[in-house]
């Protein structure tokens, strides 16, 4: 029972605003007593509306009351004070390391914190309703001000820093500022929508690490698997040459059995015809020898008789010895053939392997030195020039000249229009810029363009397998038509050309200290491509391939 009362007569001497024991205790003319700085930072706030009232009874006062300390009332509170701390002393010992002390048992001052006997007043306090409770924390401390020992409420945008309600009129007054917990939920919905952000990027990231994951098992099993079938290709390529190798050894053979057979037939006639002739020959040295006139006569006229009737055998004369010389020379130029169409192959595969791009594409270049990254060295091919196109400069300049150029035919000249094809294959990304003078078109096109002829469909551009920039005065573009696509006027003699062919990418640009994009063809490319140039058969005009670092 004494301990009730003793916790009622402390509660007499609790401040309602701060909820801690009177702190130079005022009193006012209603007799209510309060801590002099929270009835004086009260009254602050209600200075624009020029009236003053008691936060517990609302009694109202039109001019602010003088305030001075109530000195009887000051002498009972430090006196309670040391009392509660007598008092108190043994129930500290009773606190943890990681509990948080009761402000009102240790008689500090902080947010402020309660053991559970202080706490019931503390909740059956009509003004303390609306205070916000939260967990036991041992970071109170970092949430009052430490200028003016106030909770923190308030944030200063200007500063961007937490306050109390007294800094407002202090050294923050004038600047920009809203409720702490306002703040809070501003800045707790840009976080949310900025953690939104980064989870969605992390799903996306996580997706393409997991398609990553299958490109590399595709890649895998697809390079087993031409790995597999380029053995079984090339051991049925080995099959088949040893199997040639064997029936031309067969055949070989049997030829020269059956040659051996007819040689050893005339063989055996001739020691045939031998054997006569050595019988016939002794038989003639016998005559010779006879002593009898009668007799030698008789064996003369029989003997003349057999040999009229003797037959000539043909005659034989020694050859070169080169009877299968011509089978080794027709299996020679097997072996050349099957050499080049297996280096044309290997070109072809080559080739094939540089297209093979798991990765997804990468970015356009966006400045002439991520351009120049990817040039690439153009020359021409004399075997596809117009007979009056010059090829000069290790044939990376192309004239257009009046006398005929001994050049031999060949299935993929052009013989109508005056053009010409570079001898690179161009696949993947290549870049290449050229000087120009006269009326020119500038050019990639497949392979299997029409080279005869002077059919409108034949020049570059007028057709599905080229395109073609036109350069005169105005810039033009030409696919599949022989009406040009008029562009911008000529700004450079010099032209850079980008292609991708993988990404179906061809650009041509016009090259000054900067440059400008003239045309750019997003398409699909089915064939490699080469560059071309063509010409309208004014002498003179040129196109000249530059040297790129």
Same mark, same amino acid.
């Given at each position: 029972?004494?301990?009730?009362?003793?916790?009622?007569?402390?509660?007499?001497?609790?401040?309602?605003?701060?909820?801690?024991?009177?702190?130079?205790p005022?009193a006012?003319?209603?007799?209510?007593?309060?801590?002099?700085?929270?009835?004086k930072?009260?009254?602050?706030?209600?200075?624009?509306?020029?009236?003053?009232?008691?936060p517990?009874?609302?009694?109202?006062f039109?001019?602010?009351?003088?305030?001075?300390?109530?000195?009887?009332?000051?002498?009972?509170?430090?006196e309670?004070?040391?009392?509660?701390? !007598?008092?108190s002393?043994?129930?500290?010992?009773?606190?943890?390391? !990681?509990?948080?002390?009761?402000?009102?048992?240790?008689?500090?001052?902080? @947010?402020?914190?309660?053991?559970?006997?202080?706490?019931?007043?503390h909740?059956?306090?009509?003004?303390?309703?609306?205070?916000?409770?939260?967990?036991?924390?041992?970071?109170?401390? @970092?949430?009052?001000?430490?200028?003016?020992?106030?909770?923190?409420?308030?944030?200063?945008?200007?500063? =961007?820093?937490?306050?109390?309600?007294?800094?407002?009129?202090?050294?923050?007054?004038?600047?920009?500022?809203?409720?702490?917990?306002?703040?809070?939920?501003?800045k707790?919905?840009?976080l949310?929508?900025?953690?939104?952000?980064?989870?969605?990027?992390?799903l996306?990231?996580?997706?393409?690490a997991?398609l990553?994951?299958r490109?590399?098992?595709?890649?895998d099993?697809?390079?087993?698997?031409?790995?597999?079938?380029?053995?079984?290709?090339?051991?049925?390529?080995?099959?088949?040459l040893?199997?040639?190798?064997?029936d031309?050894?067969?055949?070989?053979e049997?030829?020269?059995?059956?040659e051996?057979?007819?040689?050893? @037939?005339?063989?055996e006639?001739?020691?045939?015809?031998?054997?006569?002739?050595?019988?016939?020959?002794? =038989?003639?040295?016998?005559?010779?020898?006879?002593?009898?006139?009668?007799?030698?006569?008789?064996?003369?006229?029989?003997?003349?008789?057999?040999?009229?009737?003797?037959?000539?055998?043909?005659?034989?004369?020694?050859?070169?010895?080169?009877?299968?010389?011509d089978?080794?020379?027709?299996?020679?130029?097997?072996?050349?053939k099957?050499?080049n169409v297996?280096?044309e192959?290997?070109?072809d595969?080559? *080739?094939a392997?540089a297209?093979?791009?798991?990765?997804?594409? =990468?970015?356009?270049?966006?400045?002439?030195?991520?351009?120049?990254k990817?040039? *690439?060295?153009? *020359?021409?091919?004399?075997n596809t020039?117009h007979?009056?196109?010059?090829?000069?400069?290790?044939?990376r300049?192309?004239?257009?000249?009046a006398?005929? =150029?001994?050049?031999?035919?060949h299935?993929?000249?052009?013989?109508?229009?005056?053009?010409?094809l570079?001898?690179?294959?161009l696949?993947?990304?290549?870049?290449? !810029?050229?000087e120009?003078?006269?009326?020119?078109?500038?050019?990639?096109s497949?392979?299997?363009? !029409?080279g005869?002829?002077?059919?409108?469909?034949?020049?570059?551009?007028?057709?599905?397998?080229s395109?073609?920039?036109?350069?005169?005065s105005?810039?033009?573009?030409?696919?599949?038509?022989?009406?040009p696509?008029?562009?911008?006027?000529?700004s450079?003699?010099?032209?850079?050309v980008?292609?991708?062919h993988k990404a179906?990418?061809?650009?041509?640009?016009?090259?000054?200290d *900067?440059?400008t994009?003239i045309?750019?063809?997003?398409?699909?490319?089915?064939?490699?491509?080469?560059?071309?140039?063509?010409?309208?058969f004014?002498?003179?005009?040129?196109? @000249?391939?530059?040297?790129?670092?």
């Amino acid at each position: 029972m004494a301990h009730k009362d003793n916790q009622l007569d402390q509660e007499r001497f609790f401040c309602s605003i701060c909820l801690d024991l009177l702190k130079v205790p005022v009193a006012l003319l209603c007799g209510h007593s309060y801590c002099m700085d929270c009835i004086k930072s009260h009254w602050d706030t209600e200075d624009g509306k020029k009236i003053y009232s008691c936060p517990q009874c609302r009694e109202t006062f039109y001019q602010r009351p003088l305030l001075r300390k109530n000195t009887m009332l000051a002498d009972l509170v430090e006196e309670l004070k040391k009392t509660k701390l !007598e008092a108190s002393g043994a129930d500290h010992c009773y606190a943890g390391p !990681e509990d948080v002390a009761c402000d009102v048992c240790t008689g500090r001052k902080q @947010e402020t914190s309660y053991c559970g006997k202080h706490l019931q007043p503390h909740l059956n306090s009509p003004s303390s309703k609306k205070d916000k409770m939260v967990d036991p924390s041992k970071h109170l401390q @970092e949430n009052i001000c430490p200028n003016h020992g106030e909770k923190m409420m308030v944030f200063c945008r200007t500063d =961007q820093q937490c306050i109390c309600h007294i800094c407002i009129l202090d050294q923050h007054k004038g600047h920009a500022t809203v409720s702490a917990a306002t703040e809070r939920t501003q800045k707790q919905q840009k976080l949310e929508l900025s953690q939104h952000h980064i989870q969605c990027r992390i799903l996306d990231k996580e997706n393409n690490a997991t398609l990553l994951d299958r490109e590399v098992k595709a890649v895998d099993d697809a390079a087993n698997r031409a790995v597999k079938d380029s053995e079984k290709i090339f051991t049925e390529l080995v099959s088949a040459l040893k199997k040639g190798c064997c029936d031309v050894a067969q055949q070989i053979e049997s030829q020269q059995k059956s040659e051996v057979s007819r040689v050893r @037939e005339l063989q055996e006639q001739l020691q045939k015809e031998i054997d006569e002739l050595k019988r016939k020959d002794d =038989q003639l040295k016998q005559l010779s020898h006879t002593q009898s006139d009668n007799q030698f006569l008789l064996a003369c006229q029989s003997l003349s008789i057999d040999c009229s009737q003797s037959t000539n055998s043909p005659t034989f004369k020694a050859g070169p010895l080169s009877y299968f010389d011509d089978v080794t020379s027709a299996v020679s130029q097997v072996r050349w053939k099957v050499l080049n169409v297996l280096s044309e192959a290997d070109a072809d595969i080559s *080739t094939a392997l540089a297209q093979v791009d798991v990765l997804l594409p =990468q970015p356009e270049p966006n400045n002439r030195a991520d351009f120049l990254k990817y040039s *690439t060295k153009i *020359t021409m091919d004399p075997n596809t020039a117009h007979s009056n196109l010059l090829l000069t400069d290790d044939n990376r300049k192309v004239t257009v000249v009046a006398e005929t =150029q001994p050049y031999s035919f060949h299935p993929d000249r052009f013989t109508g229009w005056c053009q010409v094809l570079s001898g690179e294959k161009l696949t993947g990304r290549c870049y290449w !810029e050229l000087e120009w003078r006269g009326v020119v078109r500038i050019a990639v096109s497949y392979r299997s363009i !029409e080279g005869e002829g002077n059919a409108p469909e034949c020049p570059f551009g007028a057709n599905k397998e080229s395109w073609a920039l036109g350069c005169d005065s105005t810039y033009s573009f030409y696919y599949n038509s022989t009406v040009p696509e008029c562009l911008v006027p000529v700004s450079s003699s010099r032209v850079g050309v980008y292609l991708d062919h993988k990404a179906g990418v061809l650009s041509f640009f016009s090259i000054t200290d *900067t440059m400008t994009l003239i045309r750019r063809v997003q398409t699909k490319f089915t064939q490699p491509l080469y560059a071309g140039v063509g010409f309208y058969f004014s002498y003179g005009e040129t196109v @000249e391939f530059c040297e790129l670092n």
